[in-house]
């Protein structure tokens, strides 16, 4: 149950706590994304692959860390080397994702003549056969998605037309669906132009709570804000699922604020309301 403190004389939250940024949001850019360590051996497996040309797939249920391993991903690749392009969404239609990679690549799509996935296709060609070749590694997330016809198209990017050589990498995210979809009889020739379908999962109990420590020093909050014992209940109530703890976590730091207390601890969540329900 809530306190009936007036919120109008109550310091701002970030005061309250004492922290220089929400450690639960995700609204500034966090020093270092944490992983677990299994994910973080398959994401050294990933770059070993792309440092051969390889593609991919990476599946996992939705808050198992896809996004969080594709970021970090990005920003350990050696920009010298590699020339990612993420499309967050890929639930546009063919054309829609064909243009919008273009776009992302900085390709003309107004002009007539050649297709515009030949543009993009010889655009691909020139980056990485160029005088500074980088590699581009085509990186599609919500990939369950995708259109089976946008599927060959992405997959007709991967090889130089001219020469038997690889063009670009394509990594794949997508949660079970994409698994069960590259399964399909109809898309085995997309699935054998994949090297490997990664499967990620949940956090175990000490991941969560590795997580939640990483989210704290990033927000710069006072390490005590989450009482040992919360910590223990979070992690069996979201069963590692990221985004449940990101939810959760803000809820609890929301019930405690109006409570004025300082510290979340068990009893702040089992008086919440919110927190019984969704149990």
Request: with cysteine; charged share 20%; hydrophobic share 40%.
């Amino acid at each position: 149950m809530l306190h009936n403190n007036s919120t109008s004389e109550q310091l701002p939250i970030s005061d309250f706590f004492g922290w220089k940024y929400h450690p639960f949001a995700d609204t500034y850019l966090q020093r270092r994304l944490w992983i677990p360590p299994r994910d973080n051996k398959q994401l050294q497996t990933i770059i070993r692959l792309l440092h051969t040309g390889k593609s991919m797939a990476l599946c996992g249920p939705s808050g198992s860390g896809k996004t969080t391993l594709v970021h970090t991903l990005i920003t350990d690749l050696d920009k010298n080397c590699y020339r990612p392009v993420l499309i967050p969404y890929a639930g546009h239609p063919r054309n829609g994702l064909t243009r919008i990679l273009a776009e992302t690549l900085g390709v003309e799509t107004k002009g007539r003549g050649l297709p515009l996935i030949t543009r993009v296709q010889q655009h691909l060609e020139a980056m990485a056969g160029g005088a500074n070749p980088r590699h581009p590694v085509i990186i599609i997330d919500d990939a369950q998605l995708v259109e089976n016809d946008s599927l060959w198209d992405l997959c007709s990017l991967l090889f130089q037309t001219a020469k038997q050589a690889v063009a670009a990498s394509l990594i794949l995210i997508g949660d079970e669906v994409l698994m069960k979809k590259l399964e399909l009889y109809a898309l085995s020739p997309i699935r054998a132009r994949l090297t490997t379908i990664m499967k990620l999962q949940p956090m175990n109990e000490q991941d969560t709570r590795l997580f939640i420590e990483n989210r704290l020093q990033n927000g710069e909050a006072p390490p005590d804000l989450f009482a040992d014992e919360v910590i223990d209940i979070l992690a069996a109530h979201a069963r590692g699922n990221r985004r449940n703890i990101m939810n959760i976590a803000t809820m609890a730091l929301e019930e405690a604020y109006y409570r004025q207390e300082k510290t979340i601890t068990a009893e702040t969540l089992y008086d919440a309301e919110w927190f019984n329900e969704s149990e």
